[in-house]
């Protein structure tokens, strides 16, 4: 297939660029800046503008574009940003979609694990209802913009958890504290994080490109674990304790807004889509995949 995707230097997309190329398609990326080979096209998502010719002969659009949800405090004009930088892409590549003659078969356009907001312990498939807090709201409106392709496209919204990764992602600034065991759970360590490793995340953004379903998809392993569970999995790969938890009044009055949602709310995801079709996860344990973070798998 030729595959278009926007957000393809970042975590996801630069694994995601690399799993595809080596199963034989054609990537191509959309860049802000100048392309520079002819695998790169041109796009500036927050004005609506894009090159209509990159959509040319592709068979799917893959979108990964949007600011970094943890990246900076959660300001008013941070949100704003989060937000806008998300429906602006989708929009952006939902009308190109509409301008062409042939539309691609398939959009595959990102949505995460934050739809639902703070669960409990609930089991959470794809059809439980979207949360109420920040993240929730700005999913359930990133995943509407999607629908707006054009008839005939498969819409696929993946719902995609903490990204368990060697280095970056999620885990970028707490890894290097576990390695030198300093790390520890946040909070109390009883929410559940719905985690997958980079190298599933990839393997099943490719699967959903030719699998036939559409919608929501959880994107996480089907072990489900807490906070706990996880970080001391982790932390015993690479041999350290991690003992050194950190209280949640800590991380609210150091990051507000951004530690309820992301670090302390419980999120108990069920890939029930994935797992109904047959999705083969290369780390479906934890204790898989905490060997694969710390290099051992």
Same mark, same amino acid.
């Given at each position: ?21 080596s ?8 860049v ?12 500036d998502p ?26 900076r ?16 892409a989708?929009r952006t ?6 301008r ?16 639902y ?14 949360g ?11 995943? +509407?913009? !999607?629908?707006?392709? $054009? &008839?005939?496209? *498969? =819409?696929?919204? @993946?719902?995609?958890?903490? #990204? ?54 959880n ?15 982790? +932390?015993? !790969?690479l041999?350290? $304790? &991690?003992?050194? *938890? =950190?209280?949640? @009044?800590?991380?609210?009055? #150091? ?16 890939p ?22 710390a290099?051992?798998?």
């Amino acid at each position: 297939m030729r595959i278009l995707i926007a957000g393809a230097s970042g975590l996801i997309g630069t694994a995601l660029s690399g799993a595809l190329r080596s199963e034989g398609h054609d990537v191509v990326a959309l860049v802000r800046r100048a392309p520079a080979s002819p695998a790169e096209f041109q796009w500036d998502p927050a004005a609506g503008r894009i090159d209509d010719t990159a959509l040319k002969g592709a068979d799917a659009v893959v979108n990964l574009s949007g600011a970094g949800i943890g990246d900076r405090p959660w300001t008013k004009a941070r949100v704003n940003e989060l937000r806008a930088s998300r429906l602006g892409a989708t929009r952006t590549l939902a009308a190109a979609m509409a301008r062409t003659d042939a539309p691609p078969a398939v959009f595959l356009s990102q949505s995460a694990s934050g739809y639902y907001g703070n669960a409990g312990a609930a089991l959470l498939r794809e059809n439980a209802p979207a949360g109420t807090g920040t993240l929730s709201r700005i999913c359930v409106d990133w995943e +509407a913009a !999607a629908h707006e392709a $054009p &008839a005939g496209v *498969r =819409v696929v919204t @993946p719902r995609t958890g903490v #990204v368990l990764s060697r280095s970056g992602g999620a885990l970028g600034r707490l890894l290097p504290l576990l390695r030198l065991g300093v790390g520890g759970p946040l909070g109390n360590g009883r929410q559940f994080w719905p985690w997958i490793t980079l190298p599933d995340v990839a393997a099943a953004f490719s699967f959903l490109l030719s699998a036939p379903v559409s919608g929501p998809v959880n994107v996480c392993a089907p072990e489900a674990a807490d906070v706990n569970s996880l970080i001391t999995q982790l +932390a015993r !790969a690479l041999h350290r $304790p &991690a003992a050194l *938890r =950190v209280p949640a @009044p800590v991380l609210r009055l #150091v990051m507000g807004d951004l530690a309820e949602e992301l670090l302390l709310a419980s999120q108990r995801l069920e890939p029930a889509v994935l797992a109904e079709n047959s999705f083969a996860w290369k780390h479906p344990s934890l204790d898989a995949a905490a060997a694969w973070v710390a290099g051992r798998g």
